[in-house]
Nanobody, 122 residues
């Protein structure tokens, strides 16, 4: 699975962005997918995850009610709708795939894409 994130940018607090992760590979449609972020000087953290069918989702407490993860297996795409952005959401956002599907929430991400930068000004 190859992954490429896009959709980041510089926005003001309260704005929205829709991040997109384009995937290639036969195993995408069966993989658990996740969005992560890493801010300067901080560890990478999980933001959201979704199972292969889109019927199960997971969100970090910090983004619940503001972010929504979804997927379109026909288009090999995973989306992260980010609303009511805050300066503390500033980070490099990555998408990742867990093709092992051994646990939920997913914990064995084995494919990673390059990130897309989200910067939120106050």
């Amino acid at each position: 699975v190859q992954l490429q994130a896009s959709g980041g940018g510089l926005v003001q607090a309260g704005d929205s962005l829709r991040l997109s992760c384009a995937a290639s590979g036969r195993t995408f449609s069966s993989a658990f997918m996740g969005w992560f972020r890493q801010a300067p000087g901080k560890e990478r953290e999980i933001v959201a995850a979704i199972n292969w069918s889109g019927t199960m989702t997971y969100y970090a407490d910090s983004v619940k009610g503001r972010f929504t993860i979804s997927r379109d297996n026909a288009k090999n795409t995973v989306l992260l709708q980010t609303n009511s952005l805050k300066p503390e959401d500033t980070a490099l956002y990555y998408c990742a795939a867990d093709t092992t599907r051994t646990s939920w929430p997913p914990s064995r991400y084995n494919y990673w894409g390059q990130g897309t930068q989200v910067t939120v000004s106050s």
